[in-house]
């Protein structure tokens, strides 16, 4: 448990710095829940470690917000 246990976050960006304060508010603590396109996250196919990486313990929802 972190400072921000009691914080939840949905990170709705698939551009790299808004995953990069998603990442760091689920180190201190924050509960994320990432939404991704049908089509999936393109970090995911150009760079799956850090896709990996970056959305390790987010709960990962797909939704087509159009």
Do not use: Q
């Amino acid at each position: 448990m972190g400072p921000l246990s009691e914080i939840r976050v949905v990170c709705v960006a698939i551009y790299v710095p808004a995953m990069l304060a998603a990442s760091r508010l689920r180190a201190l603590g924050a509960t994320v829940t990432s939404v991704e396109p049908p089509a999936g996250d393109p970090l995911a196919d150009f760079a799956p470690e850090w896709y990996r990486a970056l959305h390790d313990g987010n709960a990962r929802l797909t939704l087509d917000l159009k």
